[in-house]
C-alpha cells in the first residue's frame, strides 16, 4: 500500500538504535534483512567504511543490489544465521523486525551469528516487538502469538524486555542501552510522522481502493489494539564482551 516504514517502533525508535550504534567512517556494518531500504540509508548517510546488506529473500536482495551498490557496499543474499562473513570482521551489525519472526532457537542463531562476526567490543542492535510486563502471563503471551499469526500470516514470537535482554546475554552479549515506544505501527498519527502527510494520504487512498488489502489491514489494526497494553517495541543495543 505503499507504507515504507514497518518497524513496530517507527522511524523514532529506529533512529535511536542508529544513535545508539554511533556509527563512525572507521566503522565495517552489516544489515540483518534490510527489506526495503529504508535504515539502511540512514546507516550510509553516516558513510561507514563497508556496508553489507544480508537479505534472505531473493526479489528484496535484487531491489536492494540496485539501490545500494559502489565501493564498500554490497548485498548477499543469504540466511542471517548463515552470512558466510568472516569471523570477528566487522564493528556494528543490527537488524529490525526479523527476530521476531524467527522461533526461539532460529533467533539463538542469528544472534550468534551476530556475536560470530562481531570484532570485541562491537555492538550488536535489535529493533523488535515487545510484550509488557515482563511477568506477562504465559496464557496471554500464547493468546496474543496466536492473534498475531491469524492477521499477519507468520508465527509472530514477540518476547518481554527481560526476554530479550537475556536471549542476547545467553549468546555472550552485554546490554548497554534499552530504548522502547508504544506499537502503533497502524495508527494514523504514527503514519503521519514515518511517512510524511503527503505519501500517508497516499497510503490512504491506496487502502480505500483495495478492498481486499483494506480488509486485512484493518483486522490487524483491531488485533494491535485489543492486545495494546501488552505490546510495545524494544530496541536494544548490545556489546561483544
Do not use: C
Not at 102 to 115: N, P, T, V
Not at 148 to 176: C, D, H, M, Q, Y
Not at 214 to 240: C, D, G, P, Q, S
Amino acid at each position: 500500500m505503499g507504507k515504507r516504514v514497518l518497524r513496530p517502533g517507527g522511524r523514532e525508535l529506529t533512529s535511536k538504535l542508529i544513535d545508539g550504534l554511533d556509527i563512525k567512517r572507521s566503522d565495517d556494518v552489516v544489515e540483518f534483512a534490510p527489506g526495503m531500504g529504508f535504515t539502511a540509508a540512514l546507516t550510509l548517510k553516516r558513510e561507514p567504511k563497508t556496508y553489507t546488506g544480508i537479505e534472505l529473500d531473493e526479489t528484496a536482495a535484487a531491489n536492494l543490489k540496485g539501490l545500494i551498490n559502489g565501493e564498500g557496499r554490497k548485498i548477499i543474499n543469504t540466511s542471517a544465521a548463515e552470512t558466510t562473513l568472516a569471523e570477528n570482521s566487522v564493528d556494528k551489525v543490527y537488524g529490525e523486525a526479523m527476530l521476531t519472526m524467527q522461533a526461539d532457537h532460529r533467533k539463538s542463531e542469528i544472534i550468534g551469528e551476530a556475536f560470530r562476526i562481531l570484532k570485541k567490543g562491537g555492538l550488536y542492535g535489535i529493533h523488535e516487538l515487545g510484550l509488557a510486563p515482563d511477568n506477562i502471563p504465559d496464557e496471554t503471551k500464547a493468546e496474543i502469538q496466536r492473534g498475531l499469526a491469524e492477521v499477519i500470516r507468520v508465527n509472530a514470537r514477540p518476547l518481554t524486555e527481560k526476554e530479550w535482554s537475556a536471549l542476547l546475554e545467553k549468546e555472550g552479549f552485554s546490554i548497554v542501552k534499552i530504548e522502547k515506544n508504544p506499537m502503533h505501527l497502524l495508527e494514523p498519527g504514527r503514519v503521519v510522522r514515518d511517512e510524511g502527510f503527503l505519501r500517508a494520504l497516499g497510503i490512504v487512498f491506496n487502502i480505500a481502493t483495495h478492498p481486499k488489502e483494506r480488509k486485512r489491514i484493518l483486522t490487524m489494526r483491531r488485533t494491535f489494539r485489543k492486545y495494546r497494553e501488552h505490546l510495545n517495541a524494544v530496541a536494544i543495543v548490545a556489546k561483544k564482551n
